[in-house]
T-cell receptor
Framework: GAVVSQHPSRVICKSGTSVKIECRSL??????MFWYRQFPKQSLMLMAT?????????EQGVEKDKFLINHASLTLSTLTVTSAHPEDSSFYIC???????????FGEGSWLTVV | GQNIDQPTEMTATEGAIVQINCTYQ??????LFWYQQHAGEAPTFLSY????GLEEKGRFSSFLSRSKGYSYLLLKELQMKDSASYLC????????????FGTGTRLQVFP
């Protein structure tokens, strides 16, 4: 079964609104989680590293004020897309390392459609 | 810079063997991962290599040569359900688990 869970799996929101995506590690603690974005027929692009108890680390070109990341506990990280626009429509996936990082699991992913 | 290359598309026949290559140039190296991703779904873990050589796991095997910056994923006894994208990803540092992904290879298996 899944060891990393994401919610919601699909969400549609209106342009200008905000949407929150949750990523949970189910039976292990994850001090670090990662958020990726994937456009159709493209590979995964790392957006940011979520750190429990401290600020997230964003990759170059990712707007930290637009993509808010909060790692409130050892099993939960959230990604909030603020003031969403149609170009933010994408597949967002989180990952968390387990067993000393030799196995890195992905959540089920969240499809965001901004209309 | 960071660069991970894979062929964009491959086709193969059911029951055959296919090898998907991955070459990488990264500023650091602490392991290479292979993932399978079906359309519209999240990636699923296939294999992990950190030392040179071949890792075998059922129908799937993965090879790594660190000196050449090269890996391949070998799929044997292909099945129709193996039609998917295969992603090569490198962990570039010892103190982070973030992965840098290649472009992905879309494999189509025909009967």
């Amino acid at each position: 079964g899944a060891v990393v869970s994401q919610h919601p799996s699909r969400v549609i929101c209106k342009s200008g609104t905000s949407v929150k995506i949750e990523c949970r590690s189910l039976d292990f603690q994850a001090t670090t989680m990662f958020w990726y974005r994937q456009f159709p027929k493209q590979s995964l692009m790392l957006m940011a590293t979520s750190n429990e108890g401290s600020k997230a680390t964003y990759e170059q070109g990712v707007e930290k004020d637009k993509f808010l990341i909060n790692h409130a506990s050892l099993t939960l990280s959230t990604l909030t897309v603020t003031s969403a626009h149609p170009e933010d429509s994408s597949f967002y996936i989180c990952s968390a390392p387990r067993f000393s990082g030799n196995t890195i699991y992905f959540g089920e992913g969240s499809w965001l459609t901004v209309v | 810079g960071q660069n991970i290359d894979q062929p964009t598309e491959m086709t193969a026949t059911e029951g055959a063997i296919v090898q998907i290559n991955c070459t990488y140039q990264t500023s650091g190296f602490n392991g290479l991962f292979w993932y399978q991703q079906h359309a519209g779904e999240a990636p699923t873990f296939l294999s992990y290599n950190v030392l040179d050589g071949l890792e075998e796991k059922g129908r799937f095997s993965s090879f790594l040569s660190r000196s050449k910056g090269y890996s391949y994923l070998l799929l044997k006894e292909l099945q129709m359900k193996d039609s998917a994208s295969y992603l090569c990803a490198v962990r570039g540092s010892y103190n982070t688990d973030k992965l840098i992904f290649g472009t992905g290879t879309r494999l189509q298996v025909f009967p």
